[in-house]
């Protein structure tokens, strides 16, 4: 394994550093009281390589492995997790589906505009009543002759209102029967294809979480992704890769939450003297800087094992389960150093505070990936 960072970590570390502050950072409370999401940032942030890091650059994606992708998730996340989230979200789920399981054809048609930011990808597996029973899913796709015939809804789905491509899971085969799930890529104009309630979150706020709704939508079988009856074995894989995205965008959330809370326990004094040097403050930062170091090296070996064709169920579920649960402790610790001001808008430490707490129900709960890993360890 390697440690330490690479030129092109240096390079992207350094370039968004500077965009976030010019472009992210003045804005943020805004997004997130008003829930905005803004679409024209994400443009912005594909004409730098930020919405196609792992695609190739046939495809006019960035090229890059998951080092640079792990690296592009934490800095942005250490600004805003809302961003953060919705940057990960476009690149390993909807995009890296597609990239992974897609034919030439469907390469070639989807991920230019993808990698670009001009089109938003989406990623629908969770359904209201089914949560992580995923082999119980009641989105049907009913074959029609040449087409398939799509019914259902999906919640809690990223991008769901703006998304312009959507990969979409069904059920099409029996309730918790092998083999029974299949995935298809979705135009938003695709008639059928019906807007649902946008969800108004504790945070991340800014990243759009909404229903999608199918009803009679048909599509061609040229949309599907691969073979009838694999989609759930693709979502595992997908997964796999997604719980690294998670656990990255904990660790910018947690990073940047010591970040600020050791900024100000620096500059703010109490009986003439920073509280910085007080034991009770000083213990806390050694917590959180230790525990923020031992996530980042769990999200390493995963990316190791990704990068080299390794098996990582058990790996990025360990990643994930821990960085989210730090990415909490750090941001509750820090704003319990802001004091009274962690609990003030004006102040950082509250926003990373809300925003970490998804992190530990995204992309399969702390308690799904406490199964996935003793599911491994059992074998």
């Avoid at 406490?370 to 074998?379: Q, Y």
């Amino acid at each position: 394994m390697r440690f330490g960072t690479t030129e092109n970590q240096q390079m992207i570390a350094e370039m968004l550093k500077s965009f976030g502050e010019q472009n992210i950072r003045p804005y943020i409370m805004e997004w997130d009281e008003k829930q905005i999401f803004p679409v024209e940032l994400f443009k912005k942030l594909g004409e730098l390589g930020c919405m196609g890091v792992l695609v190739p650059e046939k495809y006019g994606g960035a090229g890059f492995g998951y080092s640079e992708y792990v690296t592009t998730i934490v800095e942005i996340s250490k600004i805003c997790g809302s961003i953060g989230l919705s940057v990960a979200a476009h690149n390993s789920l909807c995009t890296n589906h597609i990239l992974m399981f897609g034919s030439d054809e469907q390469k070639d048609r989807y991920l230019p505009k993808l990698a670009s930011g001009e089109h938003i990808g989406a990623w629908a597996l969770t359904e209201a009543n089914t949560g992580s029973d995923a082999g119980n899913m009641q989105t049907t796709a009913v074959k029609d002759g040449d087409d398939w015939i799509i019914n259902g809804s999906k919640t809690f789905i990223t991008h769901g209102l703006s998304g312009d491509v959507a990969v979409i899971m069904t059920r099409t085969g029996d309730s918790r029967t092998k083999n029974n799930s299949t995935a298809f890529i979705v135009d938003r104009n695709t008639a059928g294809f019906l807007a649902g309630k946008k969800e108004n979150k504790l945070g991340m706020r800014a990243s759009e979480t909404a229903e999608m709704v199918f009803q009679d939508m048909r599509i061609s079988d040229t949309q599907r992704l691969g073979e009838v009856g694999d989609g759930f074995k693709q979502a595992l894989s997908i997964l796999d890769g997604g719980r690294i995205s998670i656990a990255a965008l904990s660790l910018g959330i947690a990073r940047g939450a010591f970040e600020a809370a050791l900024k100000y326990s620096k500059e703010r004094e109490q009986f003439g003297k920073p509280i910085s040097s007080f034991q009770g403050i000083s213990f806390k930062l050694a917590d959180m800087a230790t525990e923020i170091e031992a996530a980042e090296l769990l999200i390493m070996n995963a990316v190791f094992r990704k990068s080299n064709g390794l098996k990582l169920s058990k790996e990025s579920a360990m990643a994930k389960l821990f960085a989210s649960e730090v990415a909490v402790k750090a941001s509750n610790e820090a704003v319990q150093i802001f004091g009274g001001y962690g609990y003030i808008k004006e102040f950082p430490a509250e926003k990373f505070f809300r925003d970490a707490k998804l992190c530990t129900i995204g992309e399969g709960t702390s308690e799904i990936q406490k199964l996935v890993i003793s599911r491994e360890l059992l074998k």
